[in-house]
Each structure stands twice: as structure tokens, then as C-alpha cells.
């Protein structure tokens, strides 16, 4: 079958792999249809790395999907040749601690997607998933939102771990995918008002239009946000992974509020300004993936209100994926998201 491969910084070639197979009884094997090009992906392209988690080439990229099913393992129930899904890109092992605590999420043995060391990229024609990772979807859902599911279901997993959003008043620092993502769960969940910083204009303009009620270069400061809100936000998402945005998101926060970290900085070290932390007593959580929220994003996608085909900028094909990977490594001719349909 076809793959693409990362085969270097900023390098990417198709190669012939042999095709995956059913070796479980709860195994599903797919065909790919459309695949989302993410922020993370762009890490391992550009940079080989993101912290501790190393490259080596060639390296099969990719985690944002919707598939067909093409077959199913004898245990399988509840799937059947012909079905739609959207994937969530992460197998956990259902028994260690974190499993049993219900956050299946930072399993001790996780297996996810695309990440060295672990399991292999979807930029592929065929691929096995447990059927526990696999979510039918709708009849009136596309396949570019079905693959759209696994971003979003990070903005609402983030979302719900901040606060109650019935009458918050909330920042965003950045308008990529993700932070696109926080806006539309945000404004699902009964934000009252959001406020967006992101430097490219383009990605403003759609914020804007899409629920944003200020979308600003975070160049102008804080002052148009703080003229608005004396009181200061709830909370605030940082969704750009830049030192600056931290700095930023932190000068926003009330007495009490919840600053969210979802960005993933190139860097190995931020730093928080500690006299803002101690006196405002401010709370620092990180968000780590989309703990158990692919249904709640499937839902939210086909609420009447919601609307997230915004967030596609450019279809492209598999063997255009370098030229896609460039676009958003770029930040290229307004480009928010990438889809990738894998028979072109």
C-alpha cells in the first residue's frame, strides 16, 4: 500500500508498505479516507522531535482521520463492513492506574498515533485500530469532519476541564485548529464572551466571523482586552505554545482564574511571571489530548448551532502531502487546516 513517510527535517517521500492485518479479535481494519494535517505533525517535520519523543527516519506521520471499514475481528460487534468513522488516535491498555482512574488518556502504556516509538502514522491507504478507538458517525456527517473530530474533541476536553463556560468570560492566545477548536466548545458550552490574540490576520478575520467577539494581533497589547474586562477573564486558553502568550494569558487572569496550556512550545522550558501567579492565585493546567470526549465532539459537530467547516482551508491529496506539510510549516495562503484525501 501507499504511505507517506518523513524521511528527514522538512523532507517527505511515498514509499510501498506492506499492508496491515487483523492479528486481534477486537481489531477493525480501515481504509483511510481523510486525513487532517496537525500542528504536532508539523513539529516532527520540521524540528524531528517534540521533547522527548525523537524521530528517526523514515518516520510514518499523521494521527487525524476518518476511515472506512473494510473488515472486522471476530469480537467485533458493533462495526460492520461499510460502516464510517472518525478514529481516536490513541490505544490504551484498560489496566494500569491511570486506565482506572478514568484517564485512559495518560495510560502508562499508551499507544498513539503517528509518535515515535509507538504506532504508525495514518498517511496511508489501510490501517488496523481496536474497535474501542473507532466512532460511527452520523449519515449527515462528512468525512473532512468526521477527521475534524479529534482536534475538536481536544478544544472540548479542554473546555470542560477549565470551568463551568454558562457565562464565562474567556481568552484565547492563538487561532490555529486548536485554539479555532476552544473557541467553537467554548461558545457550545455557553461562553458569554471570547476574547482571541493571534498574529496572522487571516486566521483573526475567520475567528472573528466564527465566534470571537474581539480577535486581535497580540501586538496591540492587552489594554483593548483590559478596556473591556477591568475585572479581568475567567480563564485563558494558550493554544500557541510561545512564551509570549504565557506571559500574556497571564496578565488577563483574575483573582482565582484558570490559565489552560494546550500549546506545545518548541522550547524544553517556559516560565511564569511569579508575583501575578502568587498574588492572584492563579491555577495552571495542562491539557494532555482529549480525555474520552470523540462522542461529545461527534454531537457537537452535528448540533444545528455549531458550525466548524471554517476551520478547512485547503483540500489537497496524499501525494501532495509534502506541498501540505510546507503550507502549514508556513503558515502559507491562509491556511488554517489541511485535509488530505488519501485516494485523491
Not at 111 to 133: H, K, N, T
Not at 292 to 303: L, R
Not at 310 to 330: C, G, P
Amino acid at each position: 500500500m501507499k504511505s507517506m513517510m518523513l524521511t528527514g527535517i522538512r523532507q517527505m517521500e511515498m514509499a510501498e508498505r506492506r499492508e496491515p492485518a487483523i492479528s486481534r479479535p477486537d481489531d477493525v481494519m480501515l481504509v483511510i479516507d481523510t486525513v487532517g494535517v496537525c500542528g504536532s505533525d508539523i513539529h516532527y517535520y520540521a524540528t524531528g522531535r517534540i521533547g522527548s519523543q525523537v524521530v528517526h527516519f523514515p518516520f510514518p506521520v499523521g494521527h487525524e482521520c476518518s476511515a472506512r471499514v473494510l473488515e472486522v475481528g471476530p469480537a467485533v460487534r458493533e462495526l460492520k463492513p461499510g460502516d464510517r468513522v472518525a478514529v481516536d488516535p490513541a490505544i490504551s491498555c484498560g489496566e494500569c492506574d491511570q486506565c482506572r482512574a478514568n484517564r485512559r488518556h495518560t495510560c502508562r502504556n499508551l499507544l498513539f498515533m503517528g509518535c515515535p516509538g509507538q504506532i504508525d502514522g495514518c498517511l496511508c491507504e489501510r490501517y488496523v485500530m481496536p474497535a474501542e478507538s473507532l466512532y460511527r458517525i452520523p449519515d449527515a456527517m462528512s468525512m473532512e469532519q468526521a477527521a475534524l473530530v479529534e482536534p475538536l474533541s481536544i478544544g472540548l476536553y479542554a473546555v470542560k476541564l477549565s470551568i463551568p463556560m454558562r457565562g464565562a468570560r474567556i481568552g484565547i492566545l492563538g487561532a490555529g485548529p486548536i485554539g479555532l477548536s476552544v473557541m467553537t466548545a467554548a461558545r457550545y458550552l455557553g461562553a458569554d464572551t471570547v476574547y482571541l490574540t493571534e498574529p496572522v490576520a487571516s486566521r483573526r478575520e475567520l475567528a472573528a466571523e466564527h465566534g470571537a467577539d474581539l480577535a486581535l494581533d497580540p501586538s496591540e497589547g492587552n489594554d483593548p482586552i483590559l478596556a473591556r474586562e477591568p475585572g479581568l477573564l475567567d480563564v485563558v486558553f494558550e493554544c500557541s505554545g510561545e512564551q509570549a502568550a504565557v506571559d500574556q494569558g497571564l496578565a488577563l487572569l483574575k483573582p482565582g482564574g484558570k490559565f489552560m496550556i494546550i500549546g506545545i512550545p518548541e522550547v524544553d522550558r517556559i516560565s511564569f511571571e511569579a508575583d501575578t501567579m502568587r498574588r492572584r492565585e492563579i491555577c495552571v493546567q495542562n491539557v494532555r489530548r482529549q480525555n474520552e470526549c470523540m462522542q461529545g465532539a461527534i454531537d457537537m459537530v452535528m448540533h444545528p448551532d455549531v458550525d466548524v467547516d471554517f476551520m478547512i482551508t485547503h483540500r489537497m491529496t496524499l501525494n501532495e502531502s509534502k506541498a501540505a506539510f510546507d503550507m502549514v510549516d508556513q503558515k502559507a495562503d491562509g491556511v488554517v487546516k489541511v485535509m488530505l484525501r488519501i485516494d485523491g
